[in-house]
């Protein structure tokens, strides 16, 4: 597992806002220190060298604990149809 960052904030539609040190694919699967599973990659956005990534949590129950720690991520490797095409 690798660092994604910090959890800066709670959006008002529920969604975590990561500061990322690293810049995660979609989907990949985010855990807190104790690999707990916290969410997925939803979307990544702002400045290429520190991006903000919105997390879409597993429940509400995980919003309330996590503001201001640190989050981990997983790669997952892509293969064929997985793969997102432009």
């Given at each position: 597992?690798?660092?994604?960052?910090?959890?800066?904030?709670?959006?008002?539609e529920?969604?975590?806002?990561?500061?990322?040190?690293?810049?995660?694919?979609?989907?990949?699967?985010?855990?807190?220190?104790?690999?707990?599973?916290?969410?997925?990659?939803?979307?990544v956005?702002g400045?290429?060298?520190?991006?903000?990534?919105?997390?879409?949590?597993?429940?509400?129950?995980?919003?309330?604990?996590?503001?201001?720690?640190?989050v981990?991520?997983?790669?997952?490797?892509?293969?064929?149809?997985?793969?997102?095409?432009n």
């Open positions: 597992m690798d660092v994604l960052g910090v959890v800066e904030d709670v959006s008002h529920g969604l975590l806002i990561v500061r990322g040190d690293v810049t995660p694919e979609y989907g990949n699967v985010v855990y807190d220190a104790k690999q707990n599973r916290i969410g997925t990659v939803k979307r956005f400045p290429v060298d520190r991006p903000y990534v919105s997390v879409t949590p597993v429940d509400r129950t995980v919003l309330k604990n996590v503001s201001g720690k640190k981990y991520f997983e790669r997952g490797a892509q293969y064929g149809k997985n793969k997102r095409r």
